[in-house]
């Protein structure tokens, strides 16, 4: 079995620009990619083509900056 980089939750949120809370909510209520396990290894994290594909159904949007 090929190994596949996983992507740690801290690159998938800089990647996402999603906040952490909200990125935990969004998960429990499976509107965001599954986190996957390599054999053998205890990192569980998310493979680049599902959060690229995820990207490309959500892209993020601009925050408004308020005084």
Same mark, same amino acid.
């Given at each position: 079995?090929? !190994? !596949?980089?996983?992507?740690?939750?801290?690159? !998938?949120? #800089?990647?996402?620009?999603?906040?952490?809370?909200? =990125?935990?909510?969004?998960?429990?209520?499976?509107? =965001?990619?599954?986190?996957?396990?390599?054999?053998?290894?205890?990192? !569980?994290?998310?493979? #680049?083509?599902?959060?690229?594909?995820?990207? #490309?159904?959500?892209?993020?949007?601009?925050?408004?900056?308020?005084?």
């Amino acid at each position: 079995m090929p !190994v !596949v980089e996983l992507l740690s939750t801290d690159k !998938v949120l #800089a990647l996402t620009q999603i906040p952490r809370s909200t =990125f935990y909510k969004m998960r429990s209520k499976g509107r =965001f990619p599954k986190p996957v396990r390599q054999p053998r290894q205890l990192m !569980v994290g998310w493979r #680049a083509k599902d959060i690229a594909r995820w990207l #490309a159904l959500n892209p993020p949007t601009p925050r408004v900056m308020r005084d």
